[in-house]
């Protein structure tokens, strides 16, 4: 008998079988299609991939005001193809070595429950006293008529074009939509971003949320909100999105459509009816602060779970339940979950928005810094965005927003200030090198103390 069977192989299954194996577990590792998941190999890798590509293009408009001469090249998305394609070859690699060097058995298959603590996949059955689902999610279809034309795309989909859509339609302004919309429009597409709700991102700072819609607005990206979506019909050369606002039809013409709707726990196959595991109401798995499901030997982790349905929040949850089954008393800092999101300019934020600070009655204060303010950001031309900073009223970090260059790197040292708890003041008693980006975080804080040295002062 297994320690611990683990299905799926994603972000969080590969990083519990990791650590479990440190800990001693034997431990098997199930995976139906290829190690490393929709992370690895259809979502967050791939699309950073992408962006790299549509950020070298975006920089050729400042070749000049650089002192470069050079002439545009054109552009082959087919050859960003088959760098994605061997980067994630690349990396798949280096994860199978990662798991054998560490002992883990490894079962290419389809794993189905027989029992609380028996699996059975590629003609064997195994047993364990643990057994860990890590099977992630998967996208949603849209039940409106035509949503299963060939140009109706997912982001699976989109991913496999090799060549750039004139026009492409982008159902939804969440993550995967933004992302696409950004990487997209800098590859030459006319890109219009439909959804029915009237904001962008639900949930993320306001403030920082409507700075963003302006930037891409700038661009040229199109956002259209209060639309219903009611059909697609193939028009011959493309798609035709006919839409309903305000009881009027509006229809919008595209070479693809990419459908960023939400995404769903995936269980199929699983056998999870039999065993009376309990779900919530849209098919998430429930466990407790073990991620311990109803059934004592079954737990689970990641977007199958639902909750924050990220990477990296996957990968910490897989530590934690290992450590948890080997009696350690890890805990998930739930209160510091970074988010990224790579538009241009890219988006990260941690903690409490301010909005949520005053839904629960929190006597905050706000410290922010403009790009434009940071010597590094000037001397890059990347001076769009800002860096915001809430305290509490013992000066404690409770959250912080980013949005500007490099913000998915900067927000790893407001992650660690809001999971540690640290007052503006201990965050702002470190030296900074000059010139970074760094410095922008240094002043946001220190404004939030009134102390900020770079920012013009605030009126009495």
């Not at 299963?148 to 750039?164: A, F, G, I, K, R």
């Not at 990641?302 to 339940?321: K, T, Y």
């Not at 040292?413 to 975080?441: C, F, G, M, N, Q």
Request: proline fraction near 3%.
């Amino acid at each position: 008998m297994q320690d611990l069977v683990i299905i799926g192989g994603g972000p969080g299954g590969y990083v519990a079988a990791i650590r479990a194996s440190q800990l001693n577990m034997r431990v098997t590792l199930i995976e139906k299609d290829s190690l490393g998941g929709t992370c690895l190999n259809r979502g967050c890798v791939p699309t950073k991939v992408y962006y790299q590509s549509a950020q070298l293009l975006r920089s050729l408009q400042q070749f000049a005001a650089c002192g470069i001469s050079a002439t545009t090249g054109s552009f082959e998305l087919e050859t960003v193809w088959r760098r994605k394609t061997q980067i994630v070859q690349e990396l798949k690699q280096g994860i199978s070595g990662l798991l054998s060097a560490n002992g883990v058995e490894v079962i290419s298959g389809t794993a189905e429950f027989t029992a609380p603590q028996e699996v059975s996949v590629a003609g064997r059955r195994i047993a364990a006293k643990r057994i860990l689902i890590a099977t992630g999610s998967t996208s949603s279809q849209m039940s409106v008529p035509g949503a299963d034309l060939p140009q109706v795309l997912n982001s699976d989909q989109l991913l496999e074009l090799t060549t750039v859509p004139e026009r492409l339609v982008v159902i939804g302004g969440g993550v995967i939509g933004l992302e696409f919309s950004s990487i997209f429009k800098s590859y030459g597409s006319k890109v219009t971003i439909i959804k029915f709700r009237p904001e962008l991102l639900p949930g993320t700072d306001k403030e920082i949320t409507k700075r963003l819609r302006i930037f891409l607005k700038r661009q040229g990206i199109d956002i259209i909100t209060g639309a219903q979506v009611e059909s697609f019909t193939d028009n011959g050369a493309g798609v035709t999105v006919t839409t309903r606002m305000d009881d009027a039809e509006v229809k919008y013409e595209a070479g693809a459509v990419l459908l960023a709707t939400r995404r769903l726990p995936y269980t199929a196959g699983l056998g999870l009816t039999a065993l009376g595991l309990k779900t919530d109401a849209n098919g998430y798995l429930q466990t407790n602060a073990d991620f311990q499901t109803n059934i004592p030997s079954i737990y689970a982790i990641g977007d199958v779970i639902g909750g924050a349905m990220l990477a990296h929040v996957a990968s910490e949850e897989g530590r934690v339940a290992v450590e948890r089954m080997a009696g350690i008393d890890s805990q998930m800092a739930d209160h510091a979950i970074p988010a990224v999101i790579f538009t241009t300019p890219e988006l990260a934020t941690v903690g409490l928005s301010e909005e949520a600070a005053k839904q629960q009655g929190i006597d905050y204060r706000v410290g922010k810094c403009q790009f434009g303010a940071n010597s590094k950001a000037v001397a890059m031309g990347e001076t769009d965005g800002l860096v915001k900073v809430l305290t509490d009223s013992d000066g404690v970090i409770i959250g912080a927003h980013i949005l500007g260059p490099h913000a998915s790197d900067l927000i790893a040292i407001a992650s660690l200030a809001v999971k540690e708890r640290l007052t503006a003041a201990s965050a702002a008693d470190a030296i900074y090198p000059h010139p970074t980006l760094s410095e922008a975080w240094l002043e946001a804080v220190l404004d939030c103390e009134r102390q900020a040295i770079h920012l013009m002062p605030r009126r009495r």
